[in-house]
Structure formats: structure tokens, C-alpha cells
């Protein structure tokens, strides 16, 4: 199975996949490290046994994580690799923590853009926060409709 | 190993992912494996009906999910063999998956790091050079 180009990719198959087959669906991230290859210096130079000690011991193995959606019953793999620190904790956080909610059956979170807007616990209790708060619902639900023309 | 088994409690299985995750630290080969899933029962299982082809999609409240982990060994290698797992319960899944997150992302150190310095030099360079 081709790994998928980007993490979003990935994100809305494995989530496609996962609503039609909650039950079975499974995720696993593989994070493997590996040696790095040695670069064989060329023979003759003198000096080259002692660089050739030297860079491997400087060069660090080198890690890589695949994150991988299979569903046994219909034998979809859905699979993503990467190599940047950078993306373990928006995987893991948003994208596994996403597809986690769907795994149990929770509703699907509330939109990101409108967090911003929502208001605080205790601004039911206040009678002039109201307008702001239908304001950020309009708002909403504009963001809605443009994320779904966006899906076609 | 009987111990591994039975599922962790939250604080524990982090404590020993961490563990499982230092582990790994110092040598430069091996691998982890983490997986999630909902935790069925094959049991009861609500089996397809004319009525309700798809039982699953219908829920009518949220379940539990498993988090497994392993060093990937296999059952020859029995001895070093360390499985884990926790179950999670919905109320608790925001909460687990940052702890989660923080201890997968310290854990795996030996994915690149972001490397602004080399960038920014590169840019430099860019610029200067023309």
C-alpha cells in the first residue's frame, strides 16, 4: 500500500474509513529507529579509516514513524511516514485524539475556528454577553459552509 | 508474562511508556508500536440484522478505547517481550491524548529535530550569493 503524500490526507481517509467501520478499524504508529548509513570513504586515503570512526559515531541513528489505519474486515491500509519531530505532537494530539473520538462514538468536537468565539462557562449567567455569543454562532455557521463547498 | 495481560491504569501505562520509550533511547535500532482501537467484546457484540444491517454505527453511547504498546518482539524473543495497554473511557480521551502526545514526543528523539538554524543560514546564503 503507497503511503499517503500529506498528514491530511491521511487524516480524512483514516476518518472516512473509521465511520464506516468503527468497530474493526485500528491504528497503529510504528517508531522505528535505524542506523545511519555509514558512507564508505573511498580507499586510499590516508586518513580516512580515522574520519570514517569519527562520522560514525558523530552521525545519530535515525528515527522515523509510520502511522497506519487498517481495517481487517474490508483490508483497507491507509498508511503516513514521516521524519520531523515537529508533527509527532499534532498527530498524536489532534489527528489520533480526532479519530480516537470517533472510535468511541463521541460527537465530533466542536469547529476550531469557532473557539474563538465561544463564550466563557459563565457567560450564560450574563444577559449582555448574548449578543456577542450569536454573533460568534453566525459566524459559524458561515465557516461551515465554507468548509463543505470546500469538500466538493 | 501474566502481568501484561491485564490493562494498566492511566498513570501506570504512562509510566511505562515512558520506560519503554527510554529504552529505545540509548541503542540505535528497534521500534514501538503503539495501537488504539475500540475495545468490542466479541461477546456481545450486537451481530447484524435485517433490520440493523450496520449495529455499529448506531451506538447509542460513547465506548471505551484500548491504547496498546509494544517493543515489537516476537514470541521468541519472549523474555524482552513488553506489551502494555489501558483502556480509556470517553470523558477521559482529551486529557489522555495530550499526556499522550507529551510522552510519544519526548519519547521519539531520534526523529529530526526542526532545524531553523540550517534555513535561515541557507537563506543567507541565497541572498548573498546573487
Not at chain 1, 21 to 45: E, F, L
Not at chain 1, 129 to 140: C, D, E, N, V
Not at chain 2, 41 to 70: G, M, Q, Y
Request: net charge positive.
Amino acid at each position: 500500500m503507497p503511503y499517503f503524500e500529506t498528514a491530511q490526507e491521511w487524516l480524512d481517509q483514516s476518518n472516512l474509513l473509521l465511520q464506516a467501520r468503527p468497530a474493526t478499524t485500528r491504528i497503529t504508529t510504528r517508531y522505528s529507529i535505524k542506523p545511519a548509513r555509514t558512507r564508505k570513504s573511498k580507499t586510499g586515503d590516508e586518513s580516512a579509516t580515522d574520519d570514517a570512526a569519527a562520522t560514525t559515531e558523530t552521525k545519530p541513528p535515525r528515527g522515523s514513524l509510520v502511522i497506519k489505519t487498517y481495517d481487517p474486515e474490508s483490508g483497507v491500509v491507509l498508511k503516513y511516514r514521516t521524519t520531523k519531530a515537529a508533527e509527532v505532537s499534532r498527530l498524536f494530539q489532534s489527528s489520533l485524539g480526532r479519530l480516537g473520538r470517533g472510535m468511541a462514538a463521541m460527537p465530533e468536537p466542536p469547529v476550531e475556528e469557532a473557539m474563538p468565539d465561544a463564550p466563557p462557562a459563565g457567560a450564560a449567567a450574563e444577559g449582555a454577553s448574548t449578543p456577542t455569543g450569536t454573533a460568534g454562532q453566525q459566524q459559524t455557521g458561515g465557516g461551515g459552509k465554507r468548509k463543505k463547498k470546500g469538500k466538493k | 508474562m501474566p502481568s501484561s495481560k491485564s490493562h494498566l491504569s492511566q498513570t501506570e501505562f504512562f509510566d511505562q511508556l515512558e520506560k519503554l520509550f527510554s529504552h529505545r533511547k540509548g541503542s540505535d535500532h528497534g521500534a514501538i508500536y503503539l495501537t488504539q482501537k475500540r475495545l468490542t467484546h466479541s461477546e456481545d457484540a450486537t451481530l447484524p440484522s435485517p433490520d440493523e444491517e450496520f449495529p455499529d454505527l448506531n451506538l447509542s453511547e460513547p465506548v471505551p478505547i484500548l491504547i496498546r504498546a509494544s517493543n515489537g518482539k516476537s514470541a521468541r524473543e519472549r523474555g524482552d517481550k513488553v506489551r502494555i495497554s489501558t483502556v480509556v473511557k470517553p470523558d477521559d480521551l482529551d486529557g489522555f491524548y495530550v499526556r499522550y502526545a507529551d510522552i510519544c514526543k519526548a519519547g521519539m528523539a531520534a526523529l529530526k529535530p526542526r532545524d531553523r538554524s540550517k534555513k535561515k543560514a541557507k537563506a543567507k546564503k541565497k541572498k548573498a550569493g546573487p
